[in-house]
């Protein structure tokens, strides 16, 4: 199959080798373990053949209690990053371009590819166009209207105006859910759930953070909207035709018919014996 596309996308060998040792810093940890169950819950939603997880390595660790047999771990350096011994199949891909055919995927889990890539709109539309139809699609995402965004965009300004690399990739804007709904719902997706996740701020310190633990339920029950990150799950819709039948009526005849001359003068004869009678 032969995929066109009108945007060059760049993936710098950095920016996902970022995102891994990112992965493995103590805020990275503590987010990611808050996701965890969150997607496998709704993953235990999902069933068919055949289920892509599309992000860094570490994120596969939650397709290991999916139902699905077919597992597939999808990320654009995993030919140079070492392999677990799993069930799960490791491929090297870019997101926007997938190696895959049409209609053969029955979930996906976008795990924080949308806000690290060039062109988020050429995922989703990969991501539609290899789904069957009624599939899952669960997206992880970073809120910007957070501590993380406020900090994600603090490192943004730092990196730019001085010779500063930031733990994280800082280049690309982060996602809103408002925007990815909308966005889902030009490519025919029905939104079903929404979990925020991770209320409190991103400090990288792990002792610290399990001092403050209590800001989870307190975010949770007064400002869910301001979590550090959200997963979210839309289903692929698929309008059907149904023929109908036509039904087949036969029109009343606008003329009556025509009276044969034996019925007229039979008629006439009898018309005239009651006048003879009076």
């Known amino acids: 199959m032969t995929f066109k ?3 060059t996308f760049n993936y710098p060998s950095h920016t996902w080798r970022q995102i891994e040792k990112w992965y493995q810093s103590e805020i990275g940890q503590e987010i990611f373990q808050s996701e965890v169950p969150v ?30 047999k077919q597992k597939c771990c999808i990320n654009p350096l995993a030919d140079q990053l070492s392999q677990p011994v799993s069930s799960i199949l490791y491929v090297s891909s870019l997101f926007e371009m997938l190696s895959l055919k049409s209609g053969s995927i029955d979930a996906i889990v976008l795990f924080h590819c949308l806000e690290f890539s060039p062109d988020p709109h050429a995922i989703l539309r990969e991501a539609e166009r290899v789904l069957v139809a009624e599939g ?8 910007p209207f957070s501590l993380f965004g406020l900090w994600r965009y603090s490192l943004r300004i ?12 800082s280049k690309t804007p982060l996602i809103s859910t408002a925007k990815i709904q909308d966005w889902l719902s030009l490519l025919g997706f ?11 701020p991103p400090i990288n310190n792990h002792s610290l953070l399990l001092k403050i633990q209590f800001m989870e ?8 909207f301001l979590s550090s990150a959200y997963v979210m799950m839309a289903v692929k ?8 039948k036509n039904k087949w009526r036969l029109k009343k005849k606008l003329v009556g018919e025509v009276v044969s001359e034996t019925s007229v003068t039979n008629l006439n004869s009898i018309s005239n014996k009651d006048n003879n009678e009076r």
């Open 5 to 7: 596309s009108n945007h």
């Open 39 to 68: 997607v496998e819950e709704l993953l235990d939603q999902c069933f068919g053949y055949n289920l892509v997880l599309m992000g860094a390595k570490v994120n596969a660790r939650v397709l290991d209690k999916s139902r699905i």
């Open 158 to 169: 730092k990196a730019k105006y001085q010779n500063y690399v930031p733990i994280i990739p």
């Open 217 to 224: 339920k307190t975010g949770k029950r007064f400002w869910p």
């Open 136 to 143: 899952k699609l669960i997206i992880a995402g970073f809120n």
């Open 237 to 244: 819709r698929v309008s059907t035709l149904t023929p109908i």
């Open 190 to 200: 029905s939104y079903q759930d929404k979990e925020s996740i991770f209320f409190r």
